[in-house]
């Protein structure tokens, strides 16, 4: 089985521009999460794979493999299915680009996800992890996800689900971390299947692979991460660094 890391990456960034392109610790934001993955000696090859010359370029020229798209993506998944539309592999896994603290651990147990799985039932796998600040649960930028009893997504949404209309029933809210693995199939599906109105609707890419009746796997991790989106979470990684 041929597994490989892509690393999508725009320069631009709503919230933060350029913040893969801001030092930490004496290296950009994506230097340091592709030396990660590589670190991390789980993958056949690594790249990132980019829109912008500036990110092609500081990955080149520090060593590391990257890859310029040709045509513009609205989301990263694209992104990785154009790169990986004619690579002979298996199962892509899409590491993102601004979280430079990349858990071995966790990427460990998507893997083995595939390796179990001859049959192969799993379409993708993604981590979740257990939340219970009411706040995150009912901030709409948490994307949550519930799961059947052998922890296949049944939904994603920025509401919180489930509706907790009995709190006294042991239910447990689900934080969807946004690393996804892909079998290359189910990526290229995702790539020529038009957008359906869910999906639409709550702006969470995966959710098209369950309205057309993928398989999502999910694993459970106790690991944060830090998600560069700000300047203060910039402030918080590089603390996290020293």
């Known amino acids: 089985m041929k597994i490989i890391s892509m690393i999508p990456a725009r320069y631009s960034a709503t919230r933060f521009p350029a913040k893969l392109m801001q030092d930490l610790g004496g290296k950009t ?3 340091r999460t592709y030396e990660a993955a590589v670190a991390t000696k789980l993958f056949d090859d690594v790249f990132v794979v980019t829109d912008s010359a500036i990110i092609y370029d500081e990955i080149v ?10 045509k513009e ?4 998944s694209d992104r990785i299915a154009e790169a990986v539309e004619f690579m002979d592999i298996d199962v892509v896994i899409n ?3 601004d979280e ?3 858990d071995k651990e ?5 893997i083995e996800v595939f390796k179990n799985d001859p049959k192969e039932d799993v379409d993708l796998a993604s981590l979740m992890v257990h939340i219970t600040d009411k706040d995150e649960i009912n901030n709409p930028n ?6 059947d009893q052998s922890n296949f997504a049944l939904y994603f949404s920025r509401s919180p689900i489930p509706y907790a209309r009995e709190t006294n029933v042991g239910a447990k809210y689900f934080k969807h971390k946004g690393v996804y693995a892909f079998r290359k199939q189910a990526i290229l599906d995702f790539y020529n299947l038009p957008m359906l109105p869910l999906e639409a609707s709550e702006k969470i890419e995966c959710i098209r692979y369950l309205e057309y009746g993928k398989r999502i796997k999910m694993v459970e991790t106790n690991v944060e991460g830090v998600e560069i989106d700000t300047p203060e979470d910039l402030e918080r990684a590089k603390k996290i660094w020293k």
């Open 61 to 70: 020229n520090n060593g590391g493999k990257a890859i310029m798209s040709k």
């Open 106 to 110: 966790s990427l460990s147990k998507l």
């Open 95 to 97: 590491v993102q680009g």
């Open 29 to 31: 934001v994506i230097l």
């Open 142 to 147: 948490t994307v949550k996800v519930i799961v």
């Open 100 to 102: 430079p603290f990349t």
């Open 73 to 76: 993506h609205e989301c990263g």
